[in-house]
């Protein structure tokens, strides 16, 4: 999980990029939020501007997303942690969140670079010193997500795809909120990343982030304390006092460092939290489920897949 955060809009596992994010979110908090006419200089859905034909992705989810409205035989370059869809593999990479190769951006002459709410306060400026042409996109909750879509769709043409994709979105995830909605809701603890092997650095998806959200549209309620941006720190001492019925541990460094970890020797220690003791901690290594693109919908059916196996393994046959 940890090489995965590094290629999304947060990394809490260094306290810098922490406080980086944080920052973002409160820039981005404090904007008017308008992307896409502040960016491309029209309005969603102007056919008279020119569409690009050069598209640099950011970040994963937005090149899911490009994928999914059908404008990604325009994409010429990514970042280092794009792994859908396969193609992906054979285009140049930029860098990641924190590292992105300026240079290497202006020598694939793009006509449009697409980055997230959080990435904006860090590039932006400095694509706009270059003359590229940009398109910011929120990527903090399940809204977000969903009007990533409308906003890629328009900036590419590709409106009509955009918005079958976002029915074909809203619909499933409103197929999984009518199915748990009147579900007991057992207490979900989400973790986003800790030290391979160990419970050390622990930090949680918390309310305000899509991930919470999708928890609760799966059945649960999701319980990690605040945090102004989303995602916080805890420590173990704190998630006995939570006793969470159920925790979802989506920290994925031991398969990004080759590093083998048994996940239920590793929460042994917390032996007395009720999640461990009845064997309800769920290793998660699906790294779409971090990205808030059109793949939200399948993270909130796989949620509800593990707070709920009563009902949704049935369906699963």
């Not at 999304?8 to 994010?21: D, H, K, M, T, Y």
């Not at 820039?27 to 008017?32: E, S, V």
């Not at 999701?222 to 159920?246: H, R, V």
Request: glycine share 6%; hydrophobic share 45%; net charge neutral.
């Amino acid at each position: 999980m940890r090489r995965l955060l590094n290629a999304g809009r947060f990394r809490p596992a260094r306290a810098a990029l922490l406080l980086a994010s944080a920052c973002a979110l409160l820039i981005a908090a404090c904007g008017d939020r308008v992307y896409f006419e502040h960016d491309l200089g029209r309005k969603a859905g102007d056919a008279r501007a020119e569409l690009p034909q050069r598209i640099i992705s950011l970040s994963p989810s937005i090149t899911e997303v490009l994928y999914g409205v059908g404008a990604f035989d325009r994409v010429v370059a990514v970042t280092d942690y794009d792994e859908f869809p396969p193609e992906v593999a054979r285009l140049p990479k930029v860098g990641g969140w924190s590292n992105t190769n300026l240079e290497q951006i202006a020598s694939l002459r793009p006509d449009l670079v697409v980055m997230t709410e959080s990435q904006s306060p860090l590039i932006k400026d400095k694509l706009d010193a270059l003359g590229v042409r940009t398109l910011t996109v929120p990527s903090y909750t399940v809204v977000d997500a969903l009007d990533s879509i409308t906003l890629i769709g328009a900036a590419t043409g590709q409106d009509e795809q955009a918005q079958k994709l976002l029915a074909e979105t809203r619909a499933r995830l409103d197929e999984v909120r009518a199915r748990t909605r009147v579900l007991k809701r057992p207490r979900v603890l989400c973790v986003v990343d800790r030290v391979p092997g160990t419970l050390r650095g622990l930090y949680t998806a918390t309310e305000g982030s899509f991930i919470a959200e999708l928890i609760e549209i799966a059945g649960g309620d999701s319980i990690a304390p605040p945090a102004k941006t989303g995602f916080g720190q805890i420590n173990k001492e704190a998630i006995a006092t939570l006793d969470p019925e159920i925790i979802i541990d989506m920290a994925m460094g031991a398969k990004a460092t080759n590093l083998a970890e048994d996940p239920k020797e590793v929460w042994a220690e917390l032996g007395q939290v009720r999640a461990v003791r009845e064997g309800r901690v769920h290793a998660m290594h699906d790294a779409s489920v971090i990205h808030p693109s059109q793949f939200v919908a399948d993270a909130a059916l796989k949620f509800a897949e593990l707070i709920h196996p009563e009902v949704f393994a049935v369906a699963k046959k």
